[in-house]
């Protein structure tokens, strides 16, 4: 799970497997969780 520096690809398949998310959101996601936690990626 990582940012991008292309947020208008999120949702088209041009990674290698990799969950794409905007900066923000992951700024977001980063500041509820610490390393290590464990994450379910369901969908």
């Known amino acids: 799970m990582h940012g991008t520096d ?3 690809l999120i949702g088209s ?3 290698n497997g990799c ?3 905007r900066n923000d959101d992951m700024a977001i996601f980063a500041e509820h969780v ?3 936690t ?3 990626i369901i969908g």
């Open 6 to 8: 292309e947020p208008d």
């Open 13 to 15: 398949a041009v990674s």
């Open 19 to 21: 969950i794409r998310m």
């Open 34 to 36: 610490t390393l290590g």
């Open 38 to 40: 464990r994450v379910s």
